[in-house]
């Protein structure tokens, strides 16, 4: 079986070399309808790579609600009237509790990631990412839009 020197191989546990789907599948799912494109793996592969070799990043990527946090206030952008708490409320993934996240995002305020405007009310208090922490975000998403 002659392989073109530039397609990626994988090792298999036993030591031999996998060449990785037929290109047909690759290109087309139409021989195997459950099967994922391989560029479509390998796109959430390098994007997971991106976020892992970010401090920042990698900090909220550590489970499903952090991200999801991070994604929301970014979608916020502090230009809402919801403060913490109501951002917290807004979390679906709920794989940490409110309290939790709430010193999830007390440390982040700590460590610069995140800043806070504050309010009369503490509840109102508005987030914001710092600039580096969204200038990051921006950068890995914008490479990784084809996702």
Same mark, same amino acid.
């Given at each position: 079986?002659?392989?073109d020197?530039?397609?990626?191989? *994988?090792a298999?546990p ?10 047909? &599948? ?5 021989? !195997?309808?459950?099967? $994922?494109?391989?560029e479509?793996i ?10 892992a070799?970010?401090s ?6 550590? !489970?499903p ?8 206030i970014? *979608? ?7 403060g913490? #708490?109501a ?7 709920? #794989? =940490?509790?409110?309290?939790?996240m709430?010193?999830? &995002?007390r ?6 990631? *995140?800043?806070?405007?504050?309010? =009369? ?6 987030i ?9 975000l921006?950068?890995v *998403?914008?490479?990784?839009?084809? $996702?």
């Open positions: 079986m002659e392989r020197s530039d397609e990626t191989t *994988l298999t036993f030591g031999e070399v996998d060449p990785g789907p037929p290109k047909a &599948l690759v290109q087309s799912t139409d021989a !195997n309808p459950h099967a $994922i494109p391989r479509q390998l796109a959430h592969l390098e994007f997971e790579r991106r976020i070799q970010s920042q990043l990698s900090l909220f990527r550590r !489970n609600s952090t991200w999801e946090i991070l994604l929301l970014a *979608l916020l952008n502090g230009d809402s009237d919801d913490m #708490y951002i917290i409320e807004k979390v679906s993934t709920k #794989y =940490v509790g409110s309290s939790a709430l010193k999830f &995002l440390e982040r305020r700590e460590d610069g990631s *995140l800043e806070f405007e504050e309010h =009369v009310k503490r509840n109102k208090w508005r914001r990412l710092s600039k580096p922490l969204l200038a990051e921006r950068s *998403l914008a490479q990784s839009d084809h $996702i």
